[in-house]
């Protein structure tokens, strides 16, 4: 028999090599395609976490590419149960105390908040960690959605309350303020309704808590009101703006000056363009109640549930409104 030449084996072994490549590239094309839903599933949002936050989803499918993209919500899918839609699932990164909070949440066919879980978190552990831990984020658990959620402490009053982890206010709220965003775009571009902004805050007699009857507009450096009461000026609202976390653009506060005690009546946020969860904590009502019935005198900075940035830019507006009400409006000037 005659032997094969060296350059025959080379050949014969090169033909066989790629059959077996070709065989091979075609078994792993069809299983790709075969299992490639279940794959980006896997990817996406694992079984375990689906079992709570969308119990009985068999396929989830991905629609965020219907929609522009939203900064706090980064994926989000359809649910199904066969062929049926049983909810959408989204997931949310946002800045707790640390970066990279992610949070996932399910709402049902209804509307409703079926279940939320903390996926990752870099927030400090015996603190902001744990609210990843049942006893916080199961509040969250079958709640309706007809209001926002709003963390408080100690004891919740109301549905849409949700009580912080003690010492970690940042991380709760970053949770809740996630949570939220989710909500309200899907009802409005799942559920088609119409979100009506919360009504931002007026510089009123009654929201700086004020005695008076009428408010007059007078010339100056800032913008201020005289509060009369049966035309005699009885306080004086003042209008200051203070850049907080965010360089570029200030917060806007309104400070109440009662005269018969010389002391701050309140403060009002009229606009801020702080972190969502962490520095709008300003708008809080404990926030306010740090000035309330202060002497007119300069205050030192308190740091606000730790947004120290937008903390000290309030605080430095308030200074600002004080020093203006003592060396001008307290001395006749205008």
Not at 242 to 252: E, L, R, S, V, W
């Amino acid at each position: 028999m005659k032997k094969k030449s060296l350059l025959q084996e080379l050949i014969t072994l090169g033909l066989t090599l790629m059959v077996i490549s070709v065989v091979i590239g075609g078994l792993v094309a069809f299983i790709y395609e075969t299992t490639k839903e279940q794959i980006a599933m896997n990817n996406a949002v694992n079984a375990d976490d689906l079992a709570v936050i969308m119990p009985g989803t068999e396929t989830i499918e991905d629609f965020a590419g219907e929609f522009e993209a939203n900064e706090v919500i980064t994926e989000m899918y359809r649910a199904k149960s066969g062929d049926e839609v049983i909810g959408h699932v989204y997931k949310m990164t946002v800045n707790g105390y640390k970066p990279g909070l992610t949070i996932l949440a399910g709402i049902d066919k209804d509307g409703n908040l079926v279940a939320a879980k903390v996926t990752q978190s870099s927030e400090t552990p015996g603190l902001g960690a744990l609210v990843a831990e049942e006893a916080f984020i199961s509040q969250f658990t079958g709640k309706t959605t007809a209001a926002d959620f709003q963390v408080v402490k100690g004891t919740a009053a109301s549905e849409n309350e949700i009580v912080a982890v003690s010492g970690a206010t940042i991380s709760s709220n970053a949770v809740a303020s996630a949570i939220n965003e989710a909500v309200k775009f899907h009802k409005q571009n799942i559920l088609g309704e119409e979100v009506v902004e919360e009504k931002a805050p007026e510089a009123t007699i009654e929201t700086l808590l004020l005695t008076g009857d009428e408010m007059v507009e007078i010339e100056g450096e800032y913008q201020t009101f005289e509060v009369k009461t049966a035309g005699e000026v009885t306080g004086y609202i003042v209008i200051t703006s203070h850049a907080g976390y965010y360089q570029d653009m200030p917060m806007t506060i309104a400070v109440g000056f009662d005269n018969a005690t010389k002391k701050i009546s309140n403060i009002v946020v009229l606009e801020q363009n702080e972190t969502k969860g962490l520095g709008d904590v300003i708008e809080q009502e404990g926030f306010q109640q740090l000035f309330q019935g202060k002497d007119a005198q300069e205050l030192t900075v308190e740091i606000y549930s730790g947004a120290s940035e937008s903390s000290k830019g309030a605080f430095k507006a308030v200074n600002q409104a004080i020093l203006y009400y003592n060396d001008v409006l307290m001395q006749g000037g205008n």
